[in-house]
């Protein structure tokens, strides 16, 4: 198994930007792929990106390209969500994940630990 902490989340203007980051404790880390998904009340979660065990491939909603950058420090055991120029549609409750696949799914049902979640707020 596989513990994540997601954090920081917060009030931000259009316009600004925000990093999140996720802890990881437990299992090895690179053992995973990481993503990051959002959901906003009332909709399904949603693919945000995800990045390869190496860090070397990532992938994004198209919505967000551009504009948010995933990377991750397999030593500090941490997965990150640069995210600028942020937009009121970015408003949601941001969760990271972790999967044991190797297809890179982008489908929450594929990811095997979660964690508890950080809100993003962004003003007009």
């Known amino acids: 198994h596989v513990q994540l902490q997601a954090f920081g989340g917060g009030l931000v203007q259009a316009g600004g930007s925000l990093r999140l980051s996720c802890a990881a404790s437990g299992r090895t880390f690179n053992d995973y792929l990481m993503g990051w998904f959002r959901q906003v009340p009332g909709r399904e979660r949603e693919f945000v990106a995800h990045?390869?065990?190496?860090?070397?491939?990532?992938d994004y909603l198209d919505s967000v390209k551009g504009r948010f950058t995933i990377s991750r420090d397999n030593i500090k055991r941490t997965s990150y969500l640069q995210m600028n120029s942020l937009k009121p549609e970015d408003t949601a409750v941001y969760y990271c994940?972790?999967?044991?696949?190797?297809?890179?799914?982008?489908?929450?049902?594929?990811?095997?630990?979660w964690g508890q979640g950080t809100e993003v707020t962004v003003s007009s």
């Open positions: 990045i390869s065990r190496g860090g070397g491939s990532t």
């Open positions: 994940a972790a999967s044991r696949r190797w297809d890179y799914p982008k489908v929450a049902t594929l990811y095997d630990y």
